[in-house]
């Protein structure tokens, strides 16, 4: 081989190997470029695996308020309202809210309520500060004529929104509502409502009072009627028997055997005339005697609700006769009557070992409680003593009609 074919030859062959090492250099590069895309890729996952834990844990914090604001207005919605303040009676929630009201005028007096950061306002600005006033107090204003139980969350958030979108309109001419005369208004809300509830409390509670006098201006005629009736009785009977002694003096055989009779039968009735007198007496004089009664209406309330209630009657029965007039479709069945010089404490005794089962847990004057006869008999006998229950529950009417029902369905 000549030298230019060596050299031809080694000249092609240094060409391959530039091609060889150039595309080398190209594989390298792709290879670096591809660590370091998958470096990055890397990188973005660990961020977007962080910002999705993040997110996540915000996520769950909502969720927990969500179901911490729908249950309270859940609660708010059935009337349990949890109040601001704790008066004991409406004129002290008169007397706050007078003076809630007074420092609103004082605000506004003061031109706080109401504020600008522009030295040196001119008209335009103050008539502007007057609409201001005028508008967020009329939208308080005809919150506050509507507000009662079931709005008075949303009311509270219709205030603060009520603000932010009136300081939103003028905040270019620098003017805003004061956050303490917002917060003023606020407490008026709210005072407002547990002013009106106190008050109607207090209605109940005076009703309540009034219809516990009526009860015992009633137990007092009855004492005092059988008091009388048991006075002419024994006038009857001792007259009768002061006859029926004097003929015995001159009666003899037959007539002496039936007047001897008489004047048993005569001395028996007055001597219960006697004890009906004494007994009407003793219950006109213990003020806090009476009876305390367990009744039940199946029919109404089904079998697992009883009414624990009490009476100062003479006759403990129509009462409960008349808690089953039109108000419900059938009678009351009592399984207990119970005489007590304290009836008042023993009522309320037994009240208290129920409270966890009250029917009503926003009425205490509602005296149903779910429970069964032998808990209640239990109850009564561990804080009374010895005592007569009925078990068997006869609901005449509702059981009749039950019959009469079923008769009719099969007819058609």
């Known amino acids: 081989m000549g030298i230019f074919s060596y050299l031809v030859k080694g000249s092609r062959e240094y060409r391959q190997l530039e091609q060889l ?38 996520h769950k914090e909502l969720l927990a308020a969500i179901a911490a604001m729908e249950e309270d207005e859940k609660l708010i919605e059935c009337g349990i ?53 005028r508008a967020f107090n009329g939208e308080c204003d005809a919150l506050a004529s509507r507000v009662t139980w079931k709005n008075i969350s949303k009311t509270l958030e219709q205030v603060g929104r009520a603000a932010q979108a009136i300081n939103k309109m003028v905040e270019s001419y620098d003017i805003e509502i004061g956050s ?96 009906k007198g004494l007994r009407a007496q003793s219950m006109a004089e213990l003020t806090k005697s009476g009876h305390v009664y367990v009744i039940s209406n199946v029919g109404s309330f089904g079998d697992k609700m009883y009414k ?15 808690l089953g ?29 129920f409270k966890a089962r009250q029917v009503n847990l926003v009425n205490n004057r509602k005296e149903f409680f779910f429970a069964n006869l032998n808990e209640i008999e239990h109850a009564v006998r561990s804080l009374h003593g010895e005592i007569e229950f009925t078990r068997v529950v006869e609901a005449k009417e509702y059981r009749e009609s039950s019959a009469l029902r079923d008769d009719r369905k099969r007819r058609e």
């Open 81 to 133: 309202y949890k109040p601001a303040y704790s008066f004991d009676f409406s004129t002290e929630y008169k007397l706050k809210l007078d003076n809630i009201r007074a420092l609103q005028k004082q605000k506004v007096k003061d031109k706080a309520a109401v504020t600008t950061g522009s030295p040196g306002a001119d008209a335009e600005v103050n008539r502007l500060l007057k609409l201001v006033l």
């Open 325 to 353: 007039d039109s108000s419900v479709p059938f009678k009351f069945d009592i399984h207990a009557m119970i005489y007590s010089k304290d009836a008042p404490s023993l009522e309320n005794k037994l009240h208290q070992h």
């Open 180 to 275: 303490e005369y917002i917060n003023l208004r606020l407490s008026e809300m709210q005072l407002l409502h547990e002013y009106q509830e106190k008050k109607q409390a207090e209605l109940e509670e005076q009703r309540a009072i009034r219809h516990q006098m009526r009860e015992e201006e009633k137990a007092r005629r009855e004492y005092e009627k059988a008091l009388q009736e048991a006075t002419q009785e024994q006038q009857r009977y001792h007259k009768a028997l002061a006859e029926a002694q004097a003929k015995l003096a001159s009666a003899h055989g037959d007539e002496l055997d039936r007047l001897n009779e008489t004047v048993a039968l005569l001395s028996k009735k007055l001597e219960g005339a006697k004890e």
């Open 308 to 322: 624990i209630g009490m009476t100062r009657r003479l006759e403990p029965s129509e009462r409960v006769s008349e």
């Open 21 to 58: 090492h150039q595309q080398l250099v190209k594989r390298t590069s792709h290879i670096l470029d591809a660590e370091q895309s998958a470096r990055q890729t890397r990188q973005l996952l660990e961020a977007l695996r962080h910002d999705h834990n993040v997110a996540l844990a915000r």
